[in-house]
């Protein structure tokens, strides 16, 4: 269950009840921020909540972490008493995966609301127990005409802007979860490994922003100590805690989980670092993600160790999770007239392909851990995205992404859009062939939002090969504009039983819809 890049490896971007100990507090008592330092007597504790991932209309992995070795007990029930509870056994935990487990629910009802409770229990003395954390998910339906609807953003604690006590944290999550959506589909850059959390940073009118901060976030994470720590450090806030114990998420890893725009075999001329092997830190890095996700294809009961997936959600939906980092090529100008490897790989792509044009879902949410016509730079002559700044025909990146959408023309597979984050900014782009160098596909739409909790940026420049055209946008005016200053984005998407219709909301932050979009259900292009 390794982190298997291109090349081998050698080791920006309800509230529930007993979902916490202690919800008053942003840090947590020193025992649980220091999990391996704990105390022999007294009984297990969960005080880092629950999670539930990759949630489908009959199963779901829930997932906590305990304060010590520790056997994770879960029961599942349709009511809030847990009348007729359902046990499930899962696994021993301990020091092999900092503390947490997940266990997979099988045979769960379809479009059902579950609660379900977690247990950890001494591995010597199974009578002696922690008191329970609580958490809800709704199952997919498996009747159309319940409809979906879920939300979609990014880029958490980036920029050196993070848990700030002064304005209540990221309160963002409250708000996400006041919205009870069916899901949460986080497209990258779950942490900033590669940025550090000072205790405190003056903004340009003069006000501080003050930070949560811990050991781990005062460097660039090397060791997998380090990565686990950053992984943690965002589940010190309540909010995201609160959240995670009622709505599932779908997670994507992208640059930051590792650190900025790293690509398999780079190696690192970077003197924050003493490892300068980027597939060493990718290693530590994804053994930590796994840990703490609750991921289908990384679980180690039936997963085959990568990131990219289908989630089905059900008659209307179906849920595509691209790895953009693990099988690219490395950065560059991006000219090259011929590139079989591109950004995803060329095995990701046929798997793409094939899953796609297997696809009887009304809509095929392509979730995209980076854009596709938006520049975005990584130096002054490479890049980091498919864009390559030139607005000519397919080269570099931009053939594997010509290959798919001539693919989705010619199948005559409908209902497509895409989603991301990563740039820092909310839009709306259109793309359609009349505006494109390359004509050969069918008009679709990607829409961009984020970030939850870190620097905004201003809106990159369109690379026109595919034709895009930017419908909408909401950026700052300038780099790294605080949370204080500029508002979070977030996406939401809601499909209607009934008619099979898609909106698309873009949302700041405060409860503003900035822009909204409907697209009509079984058509090749919009």
Not at 97 to 116: I, M, N, W
Request: glycine residues 8%; charged residues 25%.
């Amino acid at each position: 269950m390794s982190y298997r890049p291109r090349i081998p490896s050698p080791d920006r971007r309800t509230v529930l009840r007993g979902s916490l100990a202690a919800s008053a507090a942003l840090t947590l008592p020193l025992a649980a921020t220091a999990a391996p330092a704990f105390a022999l007597s007294g009984r297990p504790r969960a005080a880092w909540g629950v999670q539930v991932g990759d949630v489908t209309a009959s199963s779901a992995l829930v997932w906590v972490r305990s304060d010590r070795p520790a056997r994770m007990i879960v029961e599942t029930s349709a009511t809030e008493s847990f009348r007729r509870a359902r046990t499930w056994h899962g696994p021993l935990v301990g020091s092999g995966t900092d503390f947490t487990g997940t266990t997979p629910l099988y045979g769960l009802p379809a479009g059902e609301q579950v609660h379900y409770r977690v247990t950890l229990a001494d591995p010597d003395d199974p009578r002696r127990t922690g008191e329970p954390v609580y958490g809800t998910f709704r199952t997919a339906a498996a009747r159309r005409r319940d409809g979906v609807r879920f939300l979609w953003s990014g880029d958490i604690a980036g920029q050196g802007w993070g848990i700030n006590p002064d304005i209540g944290g990221y309160r963002v999550y409250d708000e996400m979860r006041r919205l009870d959506p069916d899901f949460f589909l986080c497209s990258g850059d779950n942490i900033y490994a590669d940025g550090v959390i000072e205790p405190s940073v003056t903004l340009p009118d003069g006000r501080v922003w003050r930070n949560v901060t811990t050991e781990e976030k005062a460097k660039v994470a090397e060791t997998l100590a380090e990565y686990r720590g950053n992984f943690r450090y965002n589940l010190l806030d309540d909010n995201l805690r609160k959240f995670n114990a009622q709505v599932p998420s779908i997670i994507q890893w992208d640059d930051h989980e590792v650190r900025n725009n790293w690509y398999p075999g780079q190696i690192l001329d970077d003197v924050r670092y003493t490892e300068k092997n980027v597939d060493v830190l990718a290693a530590r890095s994804m053994r930590a993600f796994r840990e703490y996700f609750p991921v289908s294809t990384l679980h180690e009961s039936s997963g085959d160790g990568r990131v990219h997936r289908v989630v089905r959600h059900g008659p209307l939906l179906d849920v595509f999770v691209l790895d953009m980092r693990s099988f690219r090529n490395a950065n560059s100008p991006g000219r090259q007239p011929d590139d079989t490897t591109g950004i995803l790989g060329a095995e990701q792509l046929e798997w793409l392909k094939r899953e796609l044009s297997r696809s009887r879902a009304v809509w095929k949410v392509i979730a995209a851990d980076m854009p596709l016509g938006l520049v975005v730079t990584d130096g002054a002559t490479d890049f980091e995205a498919v864009a390559q700044g030139d607005p000519g025909a397919p080269l570099g990146r931009e053939l594997q992404i010509a290959e798919l959408l001539r693919f989705i023309k010619h199948r005559r597979i409908t209902g497509t859009l895409w989603l991301t984050a990563d740039v820092h900014y909310t839009s709306a782009q259109h793309y359609a062939p009349e505006r494109a160098a390359f004509k050969d596909f069918a008009p679709f739409w990607e829409f961009v939002s984020g970030p939850l909790a870190a620097g905004g940026f201003p809106a990159n420049a369109l690379d026109s090969t595919f034709g895009p055209d930017r419908v909408f946008v909401r950026a700052p005016d300038r780099a790294n504009v605080s949370p204080m200053e500029s508002p979070q984005f977030f996406g939401e998407v809601d499909i209607d039983g009934d008619s099979g219709e898609l909106t698309v909301r873009l949302r700041a932050q405060g409860g503003s819809v900035l822009f909204s979009k409907v697209l009509q259900p079984g058509r090749v292009g919009q």
